[in-house]
């Protein structure tokens, strides 16, 4: 594998599931990011981990908590989301802890609440 | 308040026919305008960072360039493996950055 991987690339669920998603990064890179992407609305930042701590939470609902074990894996953990939470979340990672460093994307978990 | 705008929001080309795509911002502290490509069913591709007014880089048939409010994608003789969404985004300040809602481009044969 190489670059940023995302699994699962689709997941359905209900607003009482409890789900996570998985990115894994392949580059040597020590931050990691996670987006929110809706239809029509611009990406949304929605966390920043650097060397494995959160730096950056943009007042993100509490149904979303991320988990970055170490420096190549980060986990979005989903629990009693709301249908306006149905989008596409996207992971990213950069060589340096900064978020104006060029970000590696991967293609994505394309998510839906029923 | 800090806000990207992309327009058009689409744009329909003949393969070789120039034009260019606009990214307008009002953001304090600008450190950096970023253009990145998305394919259909993919994530964010990065192309070009422009840090200061009156920068200009290229790659291919893309060329970017900046100015203290804008940034225009210009596309030169484009084909039809140039279409995606083109987005925009710039990070004002340390850990703020914004994207806009993106130029979605088809190249026709």
């Known amino acids: 594998e190489t670059g940023v991987t995302q699994t699962p690339r689709h997941l359905v669920m209900g607003m009482t599931n409890k789900k996570s998603l998985k990115c894994e990064q392949h580059?040597?890179?020590?931050?990691m990011y996670w987006y929110k992407q809706s239809a029509k609305k611009p990406l949304e930042l929605m966390f920043v981990y650097s060397l494995e701590e959160r730096v950056e939470n943009n007042s993100v609902p509490s149904r979303f908590s991320p988990e970055c074990p170490n420096s190549s894996h980060l986990f979005l953990h989903l629990h009693t989301l709301q249908p306006e939470d149905s989008a596409l979340y996207l992971c990213?990672?950069?060589?340096?802890?900064?978020?104006?460093?060029?970000?590696?994307f991967g293609p994505g978990t394309r998510l839906t609440v029923l | 308040e800090d806000q990207v705008t992309q327009s058009p929001e689409a744009l329909r080309l003949q393969e070789g026919e120039s034009s260019s795509l606009n990214c307008s911002y009002t953001v304090s502290g600008l450190r950096g305008l970023f253009w990145y490509r998305q394919d259909p069913g993919k994530g964010p591709e990065f192309l070009f960072t422009?840090?200061?007014a009156g920068e200009e880089k290229e790659k291919e048939r893309l060329k970017a360039t900046l100015t203290k409010k804008e940034s225009f994608l210009h596309i030169t003789a484009p084909k039809p493996e140039d279409s995606a969404t083109y987005l925009c985004?710039?990070?004002?300040?340390?850990?703020?950055?914004?994207f806009g809602t993106g130029t979605r481009l088809t190249v026709i044969p």
């Open positions: 580059l040597g890179h020590n931050a």
């Open positions: 985004a710039v990070q004002a300040g340390a850990n703020n950055l914004f």
């Open positions: 422009l840090y200061s």
């Open positions: 990213a990672s950069s060589q340096r802890e900064m978020i104006g460093d060029t970000q590696y």
